[in-house]
């Protein structure tokens, strides 16, 4: 469908800024928990095709292969591939206040899903302990979405989502019958951005999800602070994640300026068991400590050790990584 | 569906938000805008730059070059994915593409 799409591309269009794009990381990550490495070879295109002037063709997809130790006393590794889309979508841009989204999306939840998921953009190798909840088990959605700015003024802006998708069991493109929303209100002066997101399950017990977020750019500073709250029927927890880039006492491009140490601390609550929602299974608490370095040519090493506290056991997780983002014309220019 | 106002919820704490944050920092919609207008002919191009530190950087680095080719794309899915105004976006393309 995507092949077609881009074969209707306007001639006229290639040479102008729409050009369609490829774009993604390449990464290579490492974890070790409990003394047990695993070793994660990641590759995530991403395609995005303008069609007209209101339309967006855009898709991601994840080709990751898991090397773990085979465990039961045997020796080696063994390997699962995983190819698969995240997303397959349509834009249509309605109106200055109003996009239309189709087909399969990243579900609206939060900031984790749709904003730092991609390999190239999170801090750490491995997502927050709660981002399974008021993702509906997949992270994406097959149906509908409504999306845009409300209003922007220079000192405050108001933004919108709200979603239905509808049960698909198709291997590729599965997802849960639900629906939900978002609202982000953002001061730039500020640099302040305050959010809260609702889902629901409408299928099997149909149960209902709550998330806030809550992320801060002080002024003049190079701090960054991200904080994430959801709730569901059977856990909730949080995260808040503070990284700081000496680039600003340095220059960027020297040795040093290319740190960015990275600090997060998260807490699960679990109230009821349940192995679908992906938290762990009972209380939890786990500090990361990272540090990423900026290498030239959208290159970043990243490394973080974490300490896990929970009544199943205390642990130690190290993990390192090297990504580089892509980003170039689908196309040469003739 | 009886329960569908409830997806309007999250609208309603960061809509509540919006008049406390704007009082408490002194903000005065109606006087300041204008002046921040009157401003924009010379610093068009750094009104973009700060959009875009505003609205892309939030989230992720800016790619440290890409082909003008695309820009128009690139903007167009930084519009969908982070809910860009038009004059946001105007003002972006212009930065990256002046």
């Known amino acids: ?334 | 569906m009886k329960e569908g106002w409830i997806l309007f919820l999250p609208l309603i704490i960061p809509g509540a938000m919006v008049p406390i944050m704007a009082q408490s920092q002194g903000y005065q919609t109606e006087s300041k805008a204008p002046a921040a207008q009157s401003t924009a002919k010379p610093a068009d191009s750094g009104n973009g730059e700060q959009i875009f530190k505003q609205n892309c950087a939030r989230c992720h680095d800016a790619p440290q070059s890409f082909s003008p080719r695309i820009s128009g794309t690139v903007i167009r899915h930084m519009r969908v994915r982070a809910s860009l105004s038009v004059s946001d976006e105007r003002q972006i393309l212009k930065f990256l593409n002046p």
């Open chain 1, 1 to 334: 469908m995507l092949l077609c799409a881009l074969s209707i591309v306007p001639a006229k269009q290639a040479a102008a800024q729409d050009t369609p794009l490829i774009s993604g990381g390449v990464g290579f990550l490492t974890s070790t928990n409990g003394g047990s490495t695993t070793y994660l070879p990641i590759v995530t295109p991403l395609l995005a095709a303008p069609l007209g002037n209101h339309i967006l063709i855009e898709s991601r997809a994840t080709i990751v292969d898991s090397f773990s130790p085979k465990g039961g006393g045997q020796t080696g590794y063994r390997s699962d591939l995983f190819l698969g889309l995240s997303y397959l979508q349509a834009d249509f841009i309605a109106s200055k206040h109003l996009t239309f989204v189709a087909g399969e999306f990243l579900t609206p939840f939060a900031t984790y899903n749709e904003r730092l998921s991609p390999i190239w953009i999170g801090n750490y190798g491995d997502g927050p302990l709660i981002a399974g909840i008021g993702t509906m088990g997949t992270a994406s959605s097959v149906g509908g979405m409504l999306r845009g700015s409300l209003f922007s003024k220079p000192n405050v802006s108001l933004d919108y989502t709200a979603y239905f998708s509808a049960a698909s069991t198709n291997q590729q493109f599965s997802a849960d019958r639900s629906s939900g929303s978002r609202a982000n209100v953002y001061f730039p002066k500020a640099r302040l951005e305050l959010g809260t997101s609702y889902g629901r399950l409408l299928q099997g017990a149909h149960e209902s999800f709550e998330g806030a977020h809550v992320w801060w750019e002080p002024a003049s500073t190079s701090l960054r602070i991200r904080s994430e709250y959801a709730h569901g029927p059977h856990s909730s927890g949080y995260w808040i994640e503070a990284d700081y880039r000496l680039s600003r006492f340095h220059n960027g491009e020297s040795f040093a300026g290319r740190f960015e140490p990275v600090l997060r601390m998260q807490q699960t609550f679990r109230t009821q068991p349940d192995a679908g929602d992906g938290l762990p299974s009972a209380n939890t608490q786990r500090s990361d400590f990272g540090l990423d370095y900026r290498l030239p040519h959208e290159v970043r090493i990243n490394s973080s050790y974490s300490r896990e506290f929970s009544s199943t056991g205390n642990r130690n997780i190290w993990e390192a990584g090297i990504v580089y983002r892509f980003l170039f014309p689908a196309w040469r220019d003739k």
